[in-house]
Nanobody, 123 residues
């Protein structure tokens, strides 16, 4: 059984940076892990993901290079570095895990989810 726990969210100003972490317990070495976000009243959407063996990271096209994902398999940690944050980045950010090697954007293929961490960006 895999459990995921996100941390690092908070309230920031537009233009600031923020780093989120997803800590995994259980054997996640051969899991693809990804970040998603869900704004109020909207669907959960893909931010980016990476497989256990470095397939990726793949990112959502809309991020314009502001976000960076990295993964430490030894520490079983997925990191999301967010730069030049904008008010439209405000959302709950979730970490997802799946057994396949492809960091696909479809939410329904991810079996494991964390509880999410809130990111609020003020203008």
């Amino acid at each position: 059984q895999v459990q995921l726990a996100e941390s690092g969210g908070g309230s920031v100003q537009a233009g600031d940076s923020l780093t989120l972490s997803c800590a995994a317990t259980g054997s996640t070495v051969r899991y693809t892990m990804a970040w998603f976000r869900q704004a109020p009243g909207k669907e959960r959407i893909f931010v980016g993901g990476i497989s256990w063996d470095g397939n990726g990271p793949n990112y959502a096209d809309t991020l314009s290079g502001r976000f960076e994902i990295s993964r430490d398999n030894n520490k079983e940690t997925l990191v999301l570095q967010m730069n030049n944050l904008k008010p439209e980045d405000t959302a709950v950010y979730y970490c997802g895990g799946r057994t396949s090697r492809t960091p696909t954007p479809q939410t329904y293929v991810y079996r494991y989810w964390g509880q999410g961490t809130q990111v609020t960006v003020s203008s």
